[in-house]
């Protein structure tokens, strides 16, 4: 099965320096670790008050690469005219829609992002939450926009039956708390990325897998802020058992 990797970015992060965010080098490390395609953000957007700007330039940055990264743009649900931003990344061929909600400051529960999520459904484009950039220990004084949280998560789950969410960066703790508290329906809406799910020795990937099964996860790396190498060793270092275990694809969520 080709594999999907809907966590990584392109562009800088206003509190640390990353290396090559850049698509060119992005396609390199794709092909070094084996990854056919990219839901690619723009990590710039995340922090800024309007990220249409930051649209416009991922959509002309990827241009040259289309064939194999696709663009998840950010739509603002509490700006006006959210829903012909909506429109533009639906017209510009959207793979995902990008939203974050720590740092726009929308609560768990807000309607907008409910109504976002809702109407993304209907355009069978999924949501992508990111729960952390970085751990909270190694955050910048100024970065105070703290994490996704579960609330939020099990709230679009509930939104709509068309709503569909893939959720990144989060580790054991969060999954088990979204996920446990879902209806088997509102479960399957929702896929969970292997970026901060740790390998031996706490083996959390392997129990997650046990428990909840290797068919609500995705690949995922969130290049360029972690390496990609960390999921490929975790999926390579699972027992015995797990050889052969399929992971999700979230470009199937709307087959």
Known sequence: MPLTDPSLFIGSYPFRHVPHPDPDVLVRVMDREGIDHAWVGHLPSAF??????????????????????????????????????LDEAVAGGAAAIRV??????????????????????EHKLPLVLTVRFEDLR?????????????????????????????????GKDFI????????????SRVLWDISWIWGPPEDHLAKLFRTIGPSRFVFG????????????????????DFVGATLGDPAALYR
């Open 176 to 187: 088990e708390e979204v996920h446990w508290g879902l209806t088997p329906d509102e479960q």
């Open 48 to 85: 800024h008050r309007d990220p249409a700007a930051g649209n416009a330039e991922l959509h002309k940055a990827l241009e040259p690469y289309r064939a194999r990264l696709a663009p998840a743009p950010a739509v603002r649900p509490d700006f006006p005219g959210w829903e012909r931003a």
């Open 138 to 170: 190694q955050r910048h004084p100024l970065d105070t926009a703290g994490d996704v949280t579960a609330a939020a998560v099990r709230s679009l789950a509930r939104a709509d039956e068309m709503v569909r969410l893939v959720v990144c960066a989060a």
């Open 100 to 121: 974050y909600p720590p740092q726009w400051r929308l609560a768990p529960g807000d309607a907008g992002l409910g109504d976002l999520a809702i109407a993304s459904g």
């Open 221 to 240: 790396s969130q290049w360029p802020l972690r390496l990609v190498q960390a999921p490929r060793a975790n999926l390579e270092l699972l027992p015995d």
